[in-house]
Structure formats: structure tokens, C-alpha cells
């Protein structure tokens, strides 16, 4: 069967987790808060706007419209600077492997990321070609855990939520995966993707017999 293989851009495809982390310190800094690894993580897969509002919530800070958007353009400035220097040694193992792969089977393979930024991110390192459909946070309008972003990946591939597999790294990720109902992959740690169907540490955790199991209906 044709499948939709669904791919979560930060911390799936590249360790983007870091610049934010980085960037989003800075900011903290900036308004006389912490701002904890702890914290980062909650903040994986979250949009810029909601991630800005959950860090004002945890110093108890309230801001002006004007003030709030003028610290997620800094944020953003930083972060640009940070991904600047990006090339293809930061993608994760096995990912350029993986896509070829799939790619070579006749599947369908997007792109689903919460990202504003993932399509010059994927040129810098060199991968934008191998998706023939990318939706990030340019085009959505509900962030994850809604299920938005990966539905309308499954439309653009034309290929049913049911067959279709996301790649996730992030909690909210997960859940917008299994809402959608779609098979859901969690990349890291068990502890932190239960919610997931399969969790694996990375890509070079995943065969190409577990993958031909999903393409064969073995596993779904
Ligand atoms: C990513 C990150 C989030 C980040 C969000 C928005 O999502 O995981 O930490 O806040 O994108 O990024 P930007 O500020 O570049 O628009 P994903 O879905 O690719 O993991
Ligand atoms: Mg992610």
C-alpha cells in the first residue's frame, strides 16, 4: 500500500531544539527570568506565540501587545543567527537514509513542522527536495496537539489519515498523531512519548524491515 510517511521537522530532522533553547534563554534573560532545560521541553512542537505566552505565564509577567510581538521578533532574530551556520552534518542519523529509502519504495513523505522557519531550514541542509508535500507554521492555524497541520498533510499527499505514519518528537506532537489517527512514532525518550504506538531513540533504531512492515499492513 501507498503510505503518507510524516516527518516532524525540530528534533526529528535536525536538532533545531538547541538554538530555540539558546534563543529562548536570551529572551528570558532579557526580562529577568530563568529558564530551564525543564521548560525548553515543554515548549517542543509549541508555536513561537504560545511558547512566549507559556514563559510569561511561568514569571507571572504581563505585557503590552506591542512589547510582546517586539520579543518574538528578537527571539526569532536570534534564532536565525543561531541556524545560520546550519549545513547537512546537523541532520540526525539515518534521516537522509530513511527518506531515500522510502522514497524509493513509491511512498508519499511530507513534511509536517510548527515551524515558520522549516523550508529554509530544509534548504540549508540540503533535504528540501525529498518532500513532496511540507506543511508547517506558515500554513496552520491550530497548533499541535491539534491534529491541523498532519491532516493537511495527508490531503496534499492524497493518501487517508489511517495510512498514514508522523514522526514525532514532541508530546503535543504525538497526541495530534493519534487524534488524527495516524501511526505514531515517537523519536527519543519512552518516558516522555507513552502516548506513542512505537518509540524509538532515533532513525537508526528503525529497519527497513520494520518500515516494509508498515508499507505490507504487518504493522498499522
Ligand atoms: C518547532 C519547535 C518549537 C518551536 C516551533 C516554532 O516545531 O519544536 O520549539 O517553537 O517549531 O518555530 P519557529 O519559531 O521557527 O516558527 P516542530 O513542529 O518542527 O518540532
Ligand atoms: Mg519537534
Given at each position: 500500500?501507498?503510505?503518507?510517511?510524516?516527518?516532524?521537522?525540530?528534533?526529528?530532522?535536525?536538532?533545531?531544539?538547541?538554538?530555540?533553547?539558546?534563543?529562548?534563554?536570551?529572551?528570558?534573560?532579557?526580562?529577568?527570568?530563568?529558564?530551564?532545560?525543564?521548560?525548553?521541553?515543554?515548549?517542543?512542537?509549541?508555536?513561537?506565540?504560545?511558547?512566549?505566552?507559556?514563559?510569561?505565564?511561568?514569571?507571572?509577567?504581563?505585557?503590552?501587545?506591542?512589547?510582546?510581538?517586539q520579543l518574538m521578533s528578537a527571539k526569532n532574530d536570534d534564532y536565525l543567527s543561531y541556524i545560520e551556520k546550519m549545513d547537512d552534518s546537523e541532520v540526525l542519523p539515518d534521516i537522509a537514509k530513511t527518506l531515500d529509502f522510502l522514497i524509493g519504495k513509491g511512498q508519499a513523505v511530507a513534511l509536517g513542522s510548527a515551524s515558520k522557519n522549516?523550508?529554509?531550514?530544509?534548504?540549508?541542509?540540503?533535504?528540501?527536495?525529498?518532500?513532496?508535500?511540507?506543511?508547517?507554521?506558515?500554513?496552520?492555524?491550530?497548533?499541535?496537539?491539534?491534529?491541523?497541520?498532519?491532516?493537511?498533510?495527508s490531503e496534499l499527499l492524497k493518501v487517508k489519515p489511517e495510512d498514514c505514519i508522523v514522526f514525532e518528537d514532541s508530546v503535543a506532537g504525538v497526541q495530534a498523531a493519534n487524534i488524527a489517527k495516524m501511526l505514531s512514532i515517537g523519536i527519543g525518550d519512552k518516558k516522555n512519548l507513552h502516548?506513542?504506538?512505537?518509540?524509538?531513540?532515533?532513525?537508526?533504531?528503525?529497519?527497513?524491515d520494520f518500515l516494509n512492515d508498515i508499507m505490507s499492513n504487518k504493522i498499522n
Open positions: 500500500t501507498k503510505k503518507g510517511f510524516i516527518f516532524d521537522l525540530d528534533g526529528v530532522i535536525v536538532d533545531t531544539a538547541k538554538y530555540h533553547f539558546l534563543a529562548w534563554k536570551k529572551l528570558a534573560k532579557r526580562i529577568g527570568m530563568d529558564f530551564s532545560e525543564t521548560q525548553n521541553e515543554q515548549l517542543k512542537g509549541v508555536s513561537r506565540k504560545r511558547s512566549l505566552e507559556k514563559i510569561l505565564a511561568w514569571g507571572n509577567k504581563t505585557l503590552s501587545e506591542a512589547e510582546f510581538n522549516a523550508v529554509p531550514i530544509l534548504k540549508k541542509v540540503h533535504l528540501l527536495d525529498k518532500f513532496e508535500a511540507i506543511v508547517d507554521g506558515n500554513d496552520v492555524s491550530k497548533a499541535k496537539p491539534d491534529p491541523e497541520v498532519f491532516l493537511n498533510a502516548e506513542a504506538d512505537y518509540v524509538f531513540k532515533d532513525f537508526t533504531e528503525i529497519s527497513e
